[in-house]
């Protein structure tokens, strides 16, 4: 699998584990008082979360993207809920073809 | 679960660790002598950037769980005022962070670079930077902030 194919998988993985969390974890510890889910979810977006800032950054580097047109955009959508599939869609995929 | 995630991280980090200093010995080398970048170094540049992630998953586990890092953040006075609170709170996992994308970055522009000097010149840049930041925020038995254990028991 080439590295973009690797960023585009950890892209979707981190955007999924985002709504779940924000959407699903985080109204369930809050109003029902059931926190397990955060506990699971929590780390598992965190790590992705970390993968994903590194992977982007690697990337951006190797490909000599300007920070300025595409790296910051990619980077702010991965803390906006669906953030990652939009980016995905609009600029990764493209990329790819 | 906590316990050994602690020890799995005490010891990868000196995997992480021994694939830097090997990477800037042997960089430095050849870049002095003026040899090729071979396929080997570009496995031992990829492999040694991936070590550190993985380690930096493995922290990222122990962060969640951390009592430490916990105390730190439930009351940020008390936690300032601690200097183990303060390094484990804050301070590891900011540096490390900082250290792993220049690692990352300096993995990724040697791999963009053609002649092979300037791979190695770019390597050793970006990995001393982070070596440098390494020595700083682990936490080594000799550290003058928290001191741990070099070799966890397990």
Sequence with gaps: MSSLRVLRLIALLEGISLVLLVFVAVPLKRVADRPELVQIIGPIHGILFLLFVVKTLSFAVERNWKFKEITWKVLLACIIPFGPFYVDYQILRKIDQ | ??????????????????????????????????????????????????????????????????????????????????????????????????????????????????????????????????????MVAIPWSFSPWVSRPNFRPF
């Design chain 2, 1 to 134: 679960m906590y316990y050994y995630l602690l020890i799995a991280h005490s010891i990868f980090r000196w995997l992480a660790f021994f694939g830097l200093v090997v990477s800037l010995i042997l960089f430095g080398v050849k870049f002095i002598q003026r040899k090729s970048f071979s396929p080997t170094d570009d496995l031992l540049r990829h492999s040694t950037a991936t070590l550190f992630h993985i380690q930096l998953i493995i922290g990222m586990l122990l962060l969640a769980k951390s009592t430490l890092v916990l105390q730190f953040w439930q009351d940020t006075q008390v936690g300032f005022a601690n200097v183990q609170l303060t390094f484990f709170g804050l301070l590891h996992p900011l540096l490390m962070f900082v250290a792993i994308i220049i690692i990352t970055i300096g993995s990724a522009k040697a791999k963009r670079m053609k002649e092979d000097v300037a791979k190695f010149r770019t390597v050793l840049l970006w990995f001393g930077i982070g070596f440098l930041l390494l």
